[in-house]
């Protein structure tokens, strides 16, 4: 019945048994056919070493990988957030910010207003004002907030935007209200909900009715809704136009009423680079095109697709454009009108001096911010709403595509590596592949010779395993070489395995603050250094300057010429405070400068994660008057001795927490300590050149009969004075008999606190183990 098949058989070259395709070579019965039953027990032995080679190296490289994102990775789960909610959407992570300035050119965040807030523990209130959680939390579960409008009656403020819906995953219109000129947010509920998409809701008065104009293009049609219970309830009062318009806008200007909106429906039509221009004697229509329709049909950087609403300023109008050249919604742009009629349009680009967030992606608006509402309040100041996001356009999808590309990479280097030991004979086993499957009849033969598809993948089976044997012989057993390739495929393959996990498990990276109570706040960071420690400080001040809730680092300059705050690459301001003596009491002096309620006192040789110290913020922010710490201690035994960490953890409890790293109420503690009471314990401080911590620990335990401390362990810390070789106390075990003493002397002092033991994970957040 033909011809006998292409088969394979052994090569010397390389090692014994190596795959090699041929036609009718020797190894064949009399008749020329190839020995399948005897091939087919050799490939089986071959096939199930391979097989075991590729589970072992997989499941270890899988352990490794669940290693690394178990212990490596920052959680992304958001303490206090809606389990319906906040799911990281392709969309991005939008949130909404409170600006507030003497003009609508001079607009700065809300945290720098300085408002406190006691209810919400945010001294001061810091933005966003509006997230996914909020909503979500108040029972309205939702992705991303984004487009927001503000509306004014008297002096209350309404907020209008979009909140795409958790559960139909579409656009719906929220709403909110603040009753102190934005710096609380009401959760109302939602607006509009119809069954399609909806966003920018452009809402406005007119003849007496409060109307809103939202984006629907999916639904092919521009509507207007006007309100019957606001701010709740609308009703549709017509369709303006049948055209997919989006981000559209209404606004009077000398004597007609103008409409702004893009299509991007059209041949040739560039997206997010178009803008048309309709006019009319009234909102309500009949609308009609400007004479230059379309306006702009350009790069999709120059701000053509509007922004948010336009506004008047000095009797100039202002329109509010997106530069979505890098990533959709990359920033917004405003253009002075210097033309409107409707023959003529002509504007130029002025700068606004909205504050660029520099923290990269721990800012809530580092990567992107495309909508942005501006309004005069009655007290003569300006308010701006604008939205942001931490990550560009389709992050996660990116992600994931790089992820699988690191996973994909890992199986070539395990293939690599099973080639080099001699685990892996062939890519490609002979059984496989279609036309090794034995007797086959003339008609599918002559198929086979005649399809081109065929013949390439017969020509790609065997330039695979040729290659596999080539290689193999040219790395040879028992060398330098061949251990050196072994070693650096064993090391890219982890290194690509913790990459794909960190790609696809770990989130967009960003390490967010903690909300409480629907607020984020913000704290000042102390630390206590001199001039032998830069090396440190530099390093400490690029890292934790990038965290998320850091409003301003203090350096307490106790020895040396001080540096300038220029030297350093810092992304919040850094005042150096120069001490007049070098006094470990340095530490807590009081300083009317700092603008925070909070401060984070934390040695310049400790390093952790910003998520770590956003996670001791929070647990702050729920305990005030307490001190919260990172390194716990335990005072405890007679006579009393003091002893590291693993003493706490024997006996399964704390009562003092280090201040080298923990935060306090700057208002209370640093008054505390330089009380009439501390100064006996002061001066022992200075006698001995250590225990201001221990001190404070006692001062606070003395002013309650509660708890005073709690614990947060850091995922990670690094103490790089064992790199940088200049560590204050280097002598353990004089360090801490000094600090038995002080806890002896302080007991007599202050009473003692080994009644005041907490275990760990009294708490039940899974922070304090």
């Known amino acids: 019945m033909g011809s006998s098949p292409i088969v394979a058989s052994g090569s010397s070259g390389g090692g014994g048994g190596w795959c090699r395709w041929r036609r009718n070579g020797s190894g064949g019965n009399k008749n020329g056919n190839f020995n399948i039953s005897n091939n087919n027990n050799y490939e089986g032995c071959v096939l199930s070493s391979t097989f075991a080679y590729f589970v072992f190296s997989f499941v270890v490289l899988g352990l490794i990988g669940n290693l690394y994102g178990r212990y490596m990775l920052i959680a992304n789960v958001r303490a206090g957030i809606n389990v319906v ?21 001079s607009l700065k965040p809300i945290e720098s207003m300085n408002i406190w807030k006691d209810e919400s523990r945010a001294w001061p209130v810091a933005n966003p004002v509006i997230t996914c959680a909020s909503l979500s939390d108040a029972g309205f579960p939702s992705n991303f907030v984004a487009d927001p ?44 909900d119809e069954d399609w998409h909806l966003s920018y809701p452009y809402v406005f008065d007119y003849n007496g009715n409060i109307y809103m104009m939202p984006e629907s293009s999916s639904k092919g049609e521009l509507r207007l809704y006007r309100a019957v219970d606001f701010p709740l309830k609308w009703t549709k009062e017509k369709i303006i136009m049948k055209k997919p318009l989006i981000d559209s806008f209404i606004i009077p200007y000398e004597g007609k009423v103008y409409l702004f909106g893009s299509d991007h429906s059209g041949i040739g039509t560039k997206k997010n680079g178009q803008l048309e221009i309709w006019h009319s004697s009234s909102p309500l229509g009949p609308w009609k095109p400007h004479k230059k329709n379309p306006i702009y049909n350009k790069h999709e950087s120059m701000g053509a697709r509007n922004g948010g609403r336009p ?15 890098d990533t959709y919604g990359r920033r917004t742009r405003v253009f002075k009108v210097e033309v409107l009629t409707t023959h003529e349009f002509e504007e130029f680009e002025v700068p606004i001096s909205v504050e660029e967030p520099i923290k990269g992606r721990n800012s809530w608006n580092g990567a992107r911010n495309h909508h942005l509402d501006v309004q005069q309040l009655s007290s003569g100041k300006w308010i701006g709403v604008m939205d942001g996001d931490r990550v560009p356009s389709g992050d996660p999808f990116r992600r994931f595509v790089l992820g699988c590309a690191s996973v994909f990479s890992v199986a070539i280097f395990v293939v690599l590596g099973g080639i080099i030991i001699g685990a892996v004979k062939c890519i490609v086993p002979v059984s496989w592949c279609f ?37 193999h012989a040219r790395i040879r057993p028992n060398t330098c070489a061949r251990t050196f390739i072994l070693v650096l495929t064993i090391m890219v393959s982890l290194m690509l395995t913790c990459t794909g996990v960190n790609y696809i498990y770990g989130g967009s990276g960003a390490q967010e603050p903690y909300p409480l ?46 540096p300038k705050p220029t030297e350093f690459d810092s992304a919040v301001p850094v005042r150096i405070r120069v001490e007049k003596q070098n006094s470990l009491n340095n530490r807590f002096n009081v300083d009317p400068l700092i603008k925070t309620r909070a401060v984070l006192e934390l040695d310049d040789d400790i390093m952790m994660n910003c998520d770590d ?23 405890y035994g007679h006579p009393l001795t003091y002893r590291g960490e693993k003493y706490a953890r024997k006996y399964n409890g704390y009562n003092m927490v280090l201040t080298g790293a923990a935060f306090m109420d700057s208002q209370v503690a640093f008054e ?45 810390a690094i103490d790089t004075s064992k790199v940088s070789g200049v560590a204050i106390s280097r002598n353990t075990q004089a360090h801490y008999g000094v600090r038995s003493n002080c806890l002896k002397k302080f007991s007599e002092m202050y009473g003692s606190i080994t009644e005041r033991k907490l275990d760990f994970g009294r708490r039940k957040d899974g922070w304090d183990l």
């Open 85 to 105: 909610g906040c799911a990281e959407d392709n969309e991005g992570s939008w949130s909404i910010g409170v600006f507030f300035g003497d003009s609508p050119f």
């Open 149 to 192: 409008f503000l509306y004014k009656q008297g002096d209350i403020l309404y907020l209008f935007y979009e909140t795409k819906n958790s559960i139909t995953m579409q656009g719906d219109i929220g709403v909110s209200r603040s009753v102190d000129d934005g710096a609380t947010w009401q959760q109302l509920g939602i607006a509009l």
């Open 311 to 325: 506004f008047v300023y000095n009797g100039n109008l202002y329109r509010i454009g997106q530069d979505c050249g």
């Open 435 to 471: 036309h090794n499957t034995g007797k086959r009849n003339d008609t599918f033969l002559t198929w086979e010779r005649s399809n081109l598809f065929s013949s390439k993948i017969r020509l790609f089976c065997s330039r695979l395993n040729r290659a596999t044997s080539t290689l």
């Open 517 to 562: 109570n629907g607020h984020y706040s913000q704290f000042t960071l102390l630390t206590m250094t001199y001039d032998a420690r830069m090396w440190n400080l530099k390093m400490y001040i690029k890292h934790y300057s990038r965290c998320s809730s850091v409003r301003e680092i203090v350096v307490i300059w106790n020895k040396g010429i001080p």
């Open 613 to 635: 110290i956003e996670r001791g913020f929070l647990i702050w922010r729920k305990h005030p008057e307490r001190m919260v710490g990172f390194y716990p201690r335990l005072a």
């Open 672 to 716: 505390r300590y330089w009380s009439k009471e501390a100064e006996e314990g002061r001066l022992f401080v200075d006698s001995f050149f250590n225990c201001e911590d221990v001190l404070m620990n006692y001062l606070y335990a003395n002013s309650s009969s509660d708890s005073v401390v709690e614990y947060v362990r850091p995922a990670l």
